[in-house]
Nanobody
Framework: QVQLVESGGGLVQPGGSLRLSCAAS????????TGWFRQAPGKEREFVAA???????RYADSVKGRFTISRDNADNTVYLLMSGLKFEDTAVYYC????????????????????WGRGTQVTVSS
């Protein structure tokens, strides 16, 4: 069992930055892959970024070069540093844990994630 709690969302102007945190309890965060997803009003949930058990990362094309996912094993926390924020980044952001056997890779398929946090709202507005 893994419990995930997101924090760090808020209101930010276009071009600004935010750092989201995904604090985990129940299992060590390096024991599973962690993904970030987001869902905007009226839209489907979409993949944002993921970090594998080995530390390899992958990103959606829409955020590549602007967002960075990282993990602090000592704090059992995964971060999503978002910079160059755009209006279209407005959404509820969720982190999720995938408990499968992959070590070097991660998946962008939300259905393969086993545990989810409740989300944190990010609003990009001028």
């Amino acid at each position: 069992q893994v419990q995930l709690v997101e924090s760090g969302g808020g209101l930010v102007q276009p071009g600004g930055s935010l750092r989201l945190s995904c604090a985990a309890s129940g299992r060590t965060s390096s024991d599973y892959a962690t993904g970030w997803f987001r869902q905007a009003p009226g839209k489907e949930r979409e993949f944002v970024a993921a970090i594998s058990r080995s530390g390899n990362t992958r990103y959606a094309d829409s955020v590549k070069g602007r967002f960075t996912i990282s993990r602090d094993n000592a704090d059992n926390t995964v971060y999503l540093l978002m910079s160059g924020l755009k209006f279209e980044d407005t959404a509820v952001y969720y982190c999720a844990a995938e408990m499968g056997t992959r070590y070097y890779s991660s998946t962008r398929n939300a259905d393969e994630y086993d545990y989810w946090g409740r989300g944190t709202q990010v609003t990009v507005s001028s």
